[in-house]
Structures are given as structure tokens and as C-alpha cells.
């Protein structure tokens, strides 16, 4: 499956920005789907997960209340919405499927996306 990420940008602190992942040659309905982000000079971490189903979430704690990840199969695209972000939230935002029952660590992912820029600055 190969997977795009768009929708990065420069915003204020504060502001929003929705974040898409869109897969082809797979569906992703048979996938979790992951984002991660990777700041200069950091590791990549997670930041959401979204169960096959669609029916459970996972957050990081930096991230609980802000963003909202969710999906539209009949697209085969995920979103990340981020609201009221912050400087910290500066980053490479990178999404990613797993067939895992995990979905916090890396190496449980199988597919990558190639990541989408989110820069908040003021």
C-alpha cells in the first residue's frame, strides 16, 4: 500500500491545520492507521492511532484535546485535525498502517507515508 500525507503548513500558535493520509493500492479499511511526528534532531513518536474499525482512538498525552484523528474508508483516507497547537507541535507528521493490536512504538507499522511539514511559528 502506498500511503501520501499533505495538508502541512506554516500557522500560528493557536491555530488549526487538518492533516490527510491517503492510501492506494490497498484499502485501508483492513489497517489501523497511525501518525507520528519527528521534530529536528528528535525521535520519531506517536501521536495518534485509529483502530481498523474506526472505533477506538489512541492519544499521546501531548496531544489529548487537540487533535482528533478519524476516517473515511469510502475515501481511503485518514485525517489528523490539530487544533490549538503550539510551538512544540513543530514537525515532520508522518502516518503509517499496521495490522498490530499495538500502535504506539515504530516497528509495528509495515507502511509509511513519505510525511507532510507542520511548522507553528508565530
Known amino acids: 500500500v502506498q500511503l501520501q500525507a499533505s495538508g502541512g503548513g506554516l500557522v500560528q500558535p493557536g491555530g488549526s491545520l487538518r492533516l490527510s493520509c491517503t492510501a492506494s493500492g490497498r484499502t485501508f479499511s483492513s489497517y489501523a492507521v497511525g501518525w507520528f511526528r519527528q521534530a529536528p534532531g528528535k525521535e520519531r513518536e506517536f501521536v495518534a492511532a485509529l483502530s481498523w474499525s474506526g472505533g477506538k482512538t489512541y492519544y499521546a498525552d501531548a496531544v489529548k484535546g487537540r487533535f482528533t484523528i478519524s476516517r473515511d474508508n469510502a475515501k481511503n483516507t485518514v485525517y489528523l485535525q490539530m487544533n490549538s497547537l503550539k510551538l512544540e507541535d513543530t514537525a515532520v507528521y508522518y502516518c503509517?498502517?499496521?495490522?498490530?493490536?499495538?500502535?504506539?512504538?515504530?516497528?509495528?507499522?509495515?507502511?509509511w507515508g513519505q510525511g507532510t511539514l507542520v511548522t507553528v511559528s508565530s
Open positions: 503509517a498502517t499496521t495490522h498490530s493490536g499495538s500502535y504506539y512504538y515504530t516497528k509495528e507499522y509495515d507502511y
